[in-house]
Structure formats: C-alpha cells, structure tokens
C-alpha cells in the first residue's frame, strides 16, 4: 500500500512559453503535486516521507534551471526530478499557466504527467 501527498497550487515563477516575450520575463506557474510515498509515512517520522521543503527546492530548481517551451516538458521534467531524487513509488505534477494568451479568456492552461519509480 502506499500513502498519496499532495501540495497545491505551488507557485514558482519561471520564463517558460513558446513565444519568445513569455520567455523575456518570469511569470507564474502553479504546480499541484501527488506524491506516492510508502506506507512507513503514517508512522509520525519525517524521515520515513517526503519533507515538504524538499520538494519545493526540487520544484524551484527545475523551474529556474532551465527553460521551457512547453508546460509538458517542464511537467515531466519534474516528475522525472522527483522520482530520481526521493523514495516515491509515483510522482504525478500537473502544472498550469494562469497567464495564457490566448484568443478565448480561459482561467488557466495545464498538463499532468505521471511517472512511476520502475
């Protein structure tokens, strides 16, 4: 069995878009985050889940380490990140850009990828 932690609406700035004036200035991204942690997290010890501020870090570094043209890229570039870095069966991220340009008023765009330690 395994134990699901969710953070949401992690906000990290970051120059991401395929149009280059998205990419001359940072503008938020919101991560929602499910991260499958072991069933030792119900024990009350930290080190047997996730720390929270670790996670941010992580999300922190991908978002400004480098840039990306697609909100897909930049998902399962953090999905792999996550996986890599802790002991998580799955990470799933979804991110969403509130500031689109589009043509029709939408609240945001998104995309959620799931990655799954093998």
Do not use: N
């Not at 938020?28 to 929270?52: G, I, K, M, N, Q």
């Not at 670790?54 to 996986?83: H, K, N, P, T």
């Amino acid at each position: 069995m395994s134990v699901t932690v969710e953070l949401y609406g992690l906000e990290v700035a970051g120059a991401h878009g395929v149009e280059e004036e998205e990419r001359r200035e940072p503008q938020p991204f919101l991560y929602d985050l499910w991260l499958e942690v072991p069933e030792e997290a119900t024990s009350d010890r930290l080190e047997a889940t996730v720390d929270y501020r670790d996670v941010v870090r992580c999300v922190e570094e991908i978002s400004a380490g480098r840039q990306f043209q697609l909100l897909e890229a930049m998902a399962a570039a953090v999905a792999d990140a996550l996986v890599a870095r802790f002991e998580l069966e799955a990470a799933r991220v979804r991110v969403r850009k509130p500031a689109v340009r589009l043509e029709a008023p939408v609240e945001w765009t998104a995309a959620t990828v799931e990655r799954r330690r093998p």
